[in-house]
């Protein structure tokens, strides 16, 4: 790992590390302060309190997983490889930066990502959500709420990479193609 080269980055760093190993809950902001090598003082003059921590980190690791995500994407695809050009850049982020994994499962498993989660399903930015809205309308994806779309989508991605981590399943790019396959035979027409 990489120190950081300014307090603010070491900071985030040290809160996803500390929260992927500890939880939400198990990180006091003094036990940030001491990995980040800063005075608890000095968080609070980078964020008002753990909340806004929390979702600063969050806002920063959406905004590199999605340019990762949209490498190599266009709308010009037909349809399904636009589908699954986005799902194996999902995949292949997630596995690859598992601190960031492992926060974005709690962060999604709690109210601050339920409260996230209403957010993006109300934006057409969203790369999968312009897409499916999309699919639906073109009667190429089924037409069920947004959310159900996503559970049959991100469901399997989440549980397989969990599966992987834990030692349960070996993921590779076979298999993956295979979820993939599977995810969208769940939401076609």
Not at 56 to 68: D, F, T
Not at 122 to 148: C, N, R, T, W, Y
Not at 161 to 171: F, R, T, V, Y
């Amino acid at each position: 790992m990489t120190q950081p080269t300014d307090k603010r980055s070491a900071i985030l760093q040290a809160t996803l590390e500390l929260i992927s190993e500890n939880g939400f809950h198990g990180t006091p902001t003094s036990m940030i302060a001491e990995r980040a090598g800063v005075g608890v003082g000095t968080i609070y003059r980078y964020f008002k309190d753990k909340e806004e921590l929390i979702h600063a980190l969050y806002e920063e690791m959406e905004g590199k997983q999605k340019i990762y995500v949209l490498e190599g994407y266009s709308e010009e695809m037909p349809f399904r490889e636009r589908f699954v050009h986005l799902c194996r850049n999902v995949y292949r982020y997630l596995m690859a930066n598992r601190l960031e994994f492992c926060f974005l499962e709690q962060y999604f498993d709690s109210p601050y990502g339920v409260t996230k989660m209403k957010q993006k399903l109300e934006s057409a930015s969203e790369p999968f959500h312009s897409l499916v809205e999309s699919g639906k309308k073109q009667q190429v994806i089924k037409d069920i709420p947004l959310i159900l779309l996503y559970s049959l989508i991100f469901g399997p991605i989440i549980n397989s990479i969990k599966d992987h981590n834990s030692g349960l399943l070996e993921l590779n790019e076979t298999l993956i193609e295979q979820v993939i396959g599977a995810m969208w035979d769940a939401i076609k027409r």
